[in-house]
């Protein structure tokens, strides 16, 4: 039975570092996307797209797919503000800006998963995530001048804490996380679209190359990462969850330096290795020893 639970672990691991790999090779595509549609219009395709292909696939398999629908709509109204004000945001901030203030999410989970839902935090947890976030300001090179997309970009982070822990009550109450993940994105798409409309937010895209760049942004890092998520939050704790997710900039450095062409900066790796390091660190477990000093 231990070995099925590592083994599930493992998976569920494998399959968050391939949704922190997965976004972070999209930053530079967003911002490259943002030059032809207006950000809030680009969430609300984005998503809007996603809950159609996965709801059209869900009605194949025959789900409910608004069953337990009050889960969706908290995940949906959460994530949707996260990504409103984290892709607003980035066309007011800097790239290191937005990276270094969103990777703070990763001290938020333990700090929210306590005075919320009253989660024990071990004492190797606080030592990764703070790990984790040393990482973080030296990949990033930490905050510079704070302005209003850094404001926004701080809403994002802390939303971003409470999906992970929303998500991580919600799964384990045996919900079906592909019908979760629909109606989040239905959630998002639709309030996303809200927003835009009754902002008189222009609804165009002006080149080709963006609309396959939505496509792109749908299935892999909306579809295949989020539903992959809620999957492995079965399996996971939340902080060692936020921990994974910090290897987000890490991947967005490597994307950077080779398909972006970027030069390699031998500090920002430092950072990288730090953060991972502190992944690895958040799965280390420690025994108590006895008053004879023997270990139980």
Do not use: C
């Not at 009754?198 to 295949?224: D, E, G, H, K, Q």
Request: proline letters at 2%; hydrophobic letters at 55%; charged letters at 15%.
């Amino acid at each position: 039975m231990s070995f099925i639970k590592k083994h599930k672990t493992l998976i569920s691991d494998i399959g968050l570092v391939y949704a922190a790999a997965v976004w972070g090779s999209t930053f530079y595509i967003v911002k490259d996307v943002l030059n032809s549609i207006d950000p809030i219009m680009l969430v609300a395709y984005r998503f809007l797209l996603a809950s159609v292909i996965l709801g059209g696939y869900l009605i194949i398999k025959n789900k409910d797919l608004f069953k337990n629908f009050r889960y969706g709509i908290i995940l949906g109204l959460i994530l949707g503000t996260l990504y409103i004000t984290q892709t607003i945001g980035l066309k007011h901030t800097t790239a290191s800006n937005s990276g270094f203030i969103t990777g703070l999410f990763v001290i938020f989970i333990p700090i929210f998963g306590w005075v919320i839902f009253k989660k024990k935090i071990s004492a190797i947890k606080i030592i990764s995530v703070f790990l984790a976030l040393s990482g973080l300001w030296v990949l990033t090179g930490g905050l510079s001048d704070i302005n209003f997309g850094d404001i926004l970009t701080l809403i994002a982070a802390v939303t971003y804490a409470l999906h992970v822990l929303f998500s991580d009550v919600y799964v384990k109450k045996k919900i079906d996380p592909y019908v979760l993940s629909f109606q989040q994105f239905l959630v998002i798409g639709i309030l996303s679209l809200f927003i835009g409309l009754s902002r008189n937010t222009p609804l165009t895209i002006t080149s080709v190359n963006a609309i396959y760049s939505i496509i792109f942004l749908t299935l892999f890092p909306t579809i295949s990462a989020f539903v992959i998520q809620l999957l492995a939050q079965k399996n996971t704790d939340p902080i060692k969850v936020g921990v994974i997710f910090s290897l987000e900039p890490v991947f967005a450095a490597i994307f950077a330096w080779t398909l972006g062409g970027e030069l390699f900066v031998a500090n920002r790796a430092f950072g990288g290795i730090l953060i991972v390091s502190a992944m690895i660190l958040s799965e280390l477990k420690f025994k108590k020893s006895n008053k004879n000093g023997k270990k139980k």
